[in-house]
């Protein structure tokens, strides 16, 4: 057969083989942990069966396929380990916390005694090298498994109508759902550790960055508080996970979750408006987040709380403060880098900044993306009155040197994010940047002309840009917003399905569209948008605002 390895086309096989067969010194030799590999741009388990004219490709776990692998397995390991020595308990996978996943326990308390004996455990299973078997069966085989084992791991494939059988994975006589391809022993997550932490414990592993050795841990004692806050509220709306949101959805379309997530959201917006209205010397709002996370409806809803405080928001973009087309930086590429802060002209901006708090008129630039150059027409004067303040939304506005000449008691600084804390199931969480991606398609389509795989082929760069400028900065925030909807992947996947099923298996994006596509069919679609309010943030991306965008 004739096989196209990364890229280039090796020689003929006489017999068929599974991937691990044909590149087992690649797999052994590697020191980035080869983990899986993508055949003809889907991603398989490397005990895959060649076909003559495949196209195979290694995965590691510097690649953000590989990375999830290797998560999926050091969380199933974890899960066998506690299956084994605390068979009772009852985990929650609740979010991603700097190289490490956050887990917790319902019925017992995390002790340093429990996680010895549960890392030691662990190690065992490790060095056992045991295998992980992929078992399928038809939906009737499941019920009646699922009913004589009384386990609920896995049961939810069941109410999935597009699945037409029920996966789980075993290793020994344990079992459990992942979702998504899993290494095929448990040798191959021989760097871990688990570490107890706040009320529960945290899953480490490597970065993708530097795969040999456990990434470095870095508290965010804001960005974790936020998503306790929002955790515990989904507990108290009993919805924190798929079955619980479509069991809502069954009862009313979804009417109750709409109006009680909105609700959170304008409470939340309203008691940042009065966070900043009680701090007098407050002259300057700044908000940054990632993409999609909802900043431009943010910016004019808090605008709104604002002016009920006896403030005015006066807006203004970093847009237009770019440096001249000459001076601006180049990327590693030798492109022009338009998302370093040192793209922006600090001099001016800050100059202008610092006048306007000192009541002075200034003339704002407009600048010529055609020519490079800022430019002023005698018209565009901006004064700052006494009951008004100026609100920044930029990717740079929790970084200070985007404001340096501005003290510290004249600004608010506000991170926003969509961080949802709903899960698949107890073990399988849904990532934020997977939705934030989600709202971005739909967006990106009915705004922009963009087709999904355009989004998807952009989603790495913008990445990229958001974890130099942008994350290493959130606990620099005075308040961090959370705009996720518990129920808007109900309503964003009946629009992200269809743009997604476009891409064709020939494209390198297709292993992800399907990714996204099999979790997504796991919701039941919000049929009746009436209830979502023409100001909600997720107008932004489905249309119907009342605000102008």
């Given at each position: 057969m004739k096989i196209i390895y990364q890229g280039k086309e090796v020689g003929m096989v006489k017999d068929i083989?599974?991937?691990?067969d044909m590149f087992n010194d690649n797999v052994k030799l590697s020191p980035k942990h080869v983990i899986a590999c993508k055949c003809n741009n889907e991603v398989k388990p490397l005990d895959y069966i060649i076909n003559e004219g495949d196209e195979v490709e290694i995965l590691d776990i510097t690649s953000k396929d590989g990375m999830m692998v290797y998560i999926r397995g050091a969380l199933y390991i974890m899960a066998k380990a506690f299956h084994e020595v605390y068979p009772k308990a009852q985990i929650i996978v609740n979010f991603q916390l700097s190289n490490s996943m956050f887990c917790e326990i319902d019925n017992m308390e995390v002790t340093d005694e429990v996680i010895e004996k549960v890392r030691n455990k662990m190690l065992e299973i490790v060095?056992?090298?045991l295998p992980i078997t992929r078992k399928q069966m038809t939906?009737?085989?499941?019920?009646e498994f699922f009913e004589k084992e009384n386990t609920l791991r896995g049961i939810l494939q069941l109410s999935n109508e597009e699945k037409k059988e029920v996966t789980l994975y075993f290793c020994e006589d344990y079992y459990n759902y992942f979702y998504g391809v899993m290494?095929?022993?448990?040798?191959?997550?021989?760097?871990?550790?688990?570490?107890?932490?706040?009320?529960?414990f945290l899953v480490r592993y490597p970065s993708r960055s530097n795969p040999t050795e456990l990434g470095e841990f870095k508290e965010s004692k804001k960005f974790l508080a936020t998503l306790n806050e929002y955790n515990d509220i989904n507990s108290l709306m009993n919805v924190k996970t798929i079955y619980h949101i479509n069991n809502r959805i069954e009862k009313d379309d979804g009417r109750e979750l709409i109006l009680t997530s909105e609700a959170l959201i304008e409470k939340k917006i309203a008691e940042i408006a009065d966070m900043i209205a009680k701090k007098k010397n407050i002259k300057m709002v700044l908000i940054a987040g990632p993409s999609s996370s909802g900043k431009t409806t943010f910016a004019k809803r808090l605008g709104i709380q604002l002016k009920v405080n006896g403030l005015k928001p006066v807006t203004i973009g970093t847009d237009n403060?770019?440096?001249e087309r000459k001076d601006t930086p180049r990327d590693e590429n030798g492109d022009y880098d338009f998302e370093t802060i040192d793209a922006l002209d600090l001099t001016l901006f800050n100059d202008h900044l610092t006048r306007l708090i000192n009541g002075e008129t200034v003339e704002m630039p407009t600048f010529d993306f055609k020519v490079g150059t800022k430019r002023y027409n005698g018209k565009n004067f901006l004064h700052l009155a006494e009951d008004e303040v100026l609100v920044i939304e930029g990717i740079h506005c929790l970084n200070d040197r985007l404001t340096s000449s501005i003290p510290k008691e004249n600004k608010f600084k506000i991170y926003i994010s969509d961080l949802t804390v709903l899960n698949i199931d107890y073990y399988n969480r849904i990532s934020t940047t997977d939705t934030r991606l989600i709202r971005r398609i739909v967006r990106d389509y009915n705004y922009r002309s963009y087709s999904a795989l355009d989004t998807l082929a952009r989603w790495p760069s913008v990445n990229s840009g958001e974890n130099k400028n942008i994350f290493p900065y959130q606990e620099e925030a005075d308040a961090m917003f959370n705009s996720s909807l518990v129920y808007e992947l109900a309503v964003l996947g009946k629009y992200a399905i269809p743009l997604l099923k476009e891409i064709g298996k020939d494209k390198k994006e297709y292993s992800e569209a399907k990714r996204l596509v099999s979790f997504l069919e796991y919701f039941k679609p919000i049929k009746d948008e009436s209830t979502i309010p023409n100001n909600s943030l997720l107008r932004e991306f489905i249309g119907g605002s009342i605000f102008e965008y």
């Open positions: 083989k599974k991937v691990i060095q056992k090298d939906k009737e085989e499941a019920k290494p095929l022993t448990t040798g191959y997550i021989d760097i871990f550790d688990l570490k107890k932490y706040k009320t529960g403060y770019f440096v």
